[in-house]
């Protein structure tokens, strides 16, 4: 498995997800209209670091790997949310999600935060598609996804548009 890497740009840092990471994302994940459009309620620490432990092992599959990043307001600023991608090896495709916490919408933190993440991945060779599901009436996460060049198709995965990003061959 490729481990997980720290990413950074001039505002934010990206840290691998730890179990530790729990308390502060549980304030993070608190407002209950983050699950507006994907269903469930905000989750407590306890959750969350079952969750986190899960996450931070792995799938246990050689040819699946999970990447978790907590976003962070540059390197001693507030979790804001996070960014998750699945590596599939066999179909050389990564699924890409991201969640902000209410109090920093509206400032390109998801764009910004998913598109280190996107950079990262299409920089990996066996990455040729990205693939992100979208709910159809989430406008703001659609022009995420359109602002880092993925676009609609016409297949609904569990409700969701699948919004796709092939990488140019180069050749």
Known sequence: MTPTPSLRDDRL???PLRVEHAGE???????????????GAPPSQ???????????AGSGGASEEWHNWVVRLGDAGPAVGYVQATVTRGDH????AWVVGTPWQGRGIAREAAGLVLGHLL??????????HVHPDHVTSQRVAGALGLTPTDRL?????????ERPSDG
């Open 13 to 15: 840092v990206l840290e």
């Open 25 to 39: 994302m549980a304030t993070v994940l608190s407002d209950p209209a983050l699950f507006t459009f994907t269903g």
């Open 46 to 56: 306890l959750v969350l670091e079952q969750r986190y432990a899960r996450q931070v």
């Open 93 to 96: 495709t990564a699924e890409l």
């Open 123 to 132: 920089a990996r060779d066996e990455v040729t598609r990205v693939v992100a």
């Open 157 to 165: 995965v569990d409700g969701e548009v699948e919004w796709v990003l």
